[in-house]
């Protein structure tokens, strides 16, 4: 990344697969696949790489908090047939 370019995602940015919360300087990253158990797949990853590129370039977060949403926080990558590639 050179100086001066950004990764272009605000905190408070929600997608399909996650949220995001700025509180003070920390953001709260939610990984949101319950049904699945916040299982890894394409997607996520892509969006979940933005969202912390994006907190890494803003001076003012700290800390980030990573969580799952429902009853689990991660079950590991989504190797289901639907996202699964050999």
């Known amino acids: 990344m050179m100086p ?3 990764h272009g995602r605000p905190a408070g940015w929600t ?3 996650f949220s995001t919360k700025r ?3 920390g953001v709260t990253i939610t990984l949101n696949r319950p049904e699945k158990i ?3 797949n394409e997607p996520l990853m ?3 790489e ?3 590129l994006a907190a890494e370039d803003d001076d ?3 800390v980030a908090v990573l969580k799952g949403a429902g009853r689990g926080f991660c079950s590991g990558h ?3 047939k639907e996202h699964f590639v050999p």
């Open 15 to 17: 997608s399909s697969t």
């Open 23 to 25: 509180m003070g300087r």
């Open 4 to 6: 001066g370019q950004s």
């Open 46 to 48: 892509r969006e979940f």
């Open 60 to 62: 003012m977060i700290k």
């Open 50 to 52: 933005t969202a912390m």
């Open 38 to 40: 916040n299982a890894l």
């Open 78 to 80: 989504d190797y289901s």
